[in-house]
């Protein structure tokens, strides 16, 4: 039986997976059959970390080893692990992991170059006898949006310089940055494919800035309406609306919507909040100005600082 992963890997079990990453990098570059050649133990030393790092590497494995639902071998209590218990020999011999998830490929390839990732039999490490089969590179690209597209979801179709088209399902609710797999979508390998990694890009709105899973606007607001109150027209991801501007209001003072900003991982949707924004004719008005001058007359006042 394999021993403890996390003794394996010398690491906390409160370790973070970038902590985890590089006690791997440095036992594998020590342990590497490339780097030992000659030396059965290191090569079994490095199926060991691997091993763990087959565990420890992917979230949803480390979740179950840390619930007992797995044990040190991979091995899950219910069924075996791929079809047979994890650390046996398959049909190719070898441990015959694929590392689902994990950047294994990457790691090793950083440290050793192609061969390291895949020997000269079309094992790792070239003393695996083919027990570490490789899995296709990742394939990048990004995504342009509107912020309509991160609000109301939707399907975009890429091309890429292969002459391949995928299309790419964009989630309600998308954020700036967030980076979308698509599993199987990359460069094929003799594991399998690797993954397309698309990051999205929100291009900035005329009208609306995210906040969250808010959305703000100005709300331009006549002085009349500032002064008495009075409704106004304001526009929404889902259409035009209009809202009530209470009498005596202040530019800065805001309007909340509830549920008109993005939809958010709870089911709901955040709020769109129009800060009102006092605003003057276009035209110079001068009754405006007359009236604006018997105020200051009469009527003096300095506003207070806010904020």
Not at 124 to 141: E, S
Not at 188 to 217: K, Q, S
């Amino acid at each position: 039986m394999a021993q403890d992963p996390y003794r394996e890997l010398g690491v906390t079990r409160s370790a973070s997976a970038d902590e985890i990453r590089k006690a791997f990098r440095k036992l594998a570059k020590i342990h590497h059959p490339d780097a030992n050649p000659g030396k059965p133990a290191a090569e079994e030393k490095f199926k060991e970390i691997s091993g763990a790092f087959d565990i420890l590497g992917d979230p949803e494995k480390r979740r179950k080893f840390d619930a007992g639902e797995m044990d040190a071998d991979g091995r899950e209590t219910a069924r075996a692990y791929g079809g047979a218990p994890f650390g046996q020999a398959g049909p190719g011999g070898g441990r015959g992991a694929s590392f689902d998830g994990v950047d294994l490929n990457d790691i090793l390839g950083e440290m050793f170059g192609a061969r390291g990732a895949a020997g000269p039999r079309g094992g790792m490490g070239g003393g695996f006898g083919g027990g570490f089969a490789t899995k296709g590179a990742d394939v990048r690209a990004k995504l342009e949006i509107d912020l309509e597209e991160a609000v109301a979801g939707g399907k975009r179709r890429l091309s890429f310089s292969d002459g391949r088209t995928l299309d790419v399902m964009i989630p309600k609710g998308a954020s700036d940055g967030q980076v979308l797999r698509l599993r199987g979508q990359g460069s094929p390998g003799r594991a399998g494919a690797g993954d397309a990694l698309i990051e999205i890009f929100i291009r900035p709105h005329p009208i609306w800035r995210r906040e969250g899973d808010n959305l703000v606007m100005d709300l331009p607001v006549s002085v009349p309406d500032a002064v008495l109150g009075g409704k106004v027209e304001a526009d929404t991801p889902d259409g035009v609306v209009t809202l009530t501007v209470p009498k005596g209001s202040n530019s800065g003072a805001t309007l909340r919507l509830r549920g008109r900003g993005l939809p958010h991982g709870q089911g709901g949707r955040g709020d769109l909040l129009a800060r009102i924004m006092i605003t003057l004719p276009d035209v110079q008005d001068e009754e405006l100005e007359r009236l604006a001058a018997d105020w200051r007359r009469d009527r003096p006042y300095m506003p207070k600082r806010r904020g």
